[in-house]
């Protein structure tokens, strides 16, 4: 039998019934990062940097006791609609992958027992903290596509 840990990591992992992050998130010009389509709340950098924020605090919950989350909703959204500068799309895209790596580290980790209950938390799991992230980065990458859809970049 296939343990837990390795079906969350293909989930984490994306693909099969998930589209992956790096198809999503490929080859969009500059100059529609920053952009809004008619009809749609967020423009693609909104979308992938509040992506990252979000992935980044649930990786810090699950293994910092003393991690304090940034302010809800307003701390996990980034202030403006494109980037501030020309190579942050590649930064950011960087740090989710690199946050992505850690928190498959911990899930991977057979010392961490991903149903205890994380002690400083209010009965938050690391199972249920990594089902979080897969959760999430799903439905935003799923508006991701339907904005880069009307922006006509998909």
């Known amino acids: 039998m296939t343990d837990i840990r390795e ?37 693609p950098w909104r979308l992938l940097e509040h ?53 498959q580290a911990l899930v991977a980790d057979p010392s961490l027992d991903l149903l205890a209950p994380f002690p400083w938390g209010e009965g938050q799991t690391l199972l249920r903290e990594a089902l979080l992230v897969a959760d999430h980065n799903a439905y935003h990458l799923g508006q991701m596509i339907v904005v880069r859809q009307a922006l006509g970049a998909w």
């Not at 079906?7 to 992992?13: I, S």
């Not at 198809?23 to 423009?43: C, I, N, R, S």
């Open 7 to 43: 079906h969350v990591l293909w989930l984490l992992r994306g693909g099969h019934a998930h589209i992956g992050f790096d198809q999503v998130v490929a080859d969009l010009p500059p100059e529609l990062q920053g952009a809004q389509p008619p009809g749609t709340p967020h423009t």
């Open 51 to 103: 992506m990252r924020i979000a992935q980044w605090d649930i990786l810090e919950f699950s293994r910092n006791p003393a991690h304090e989350s940034p302010d809800f909703p307003d701390g996990y959204w980034p202030e403006h609609d494109a980037p501030p500068d020309a190579d942050a799309w590649e930064r950011t895209i960087a740090a989710f992958h690199n946050d992505a790596d850690q928190l």
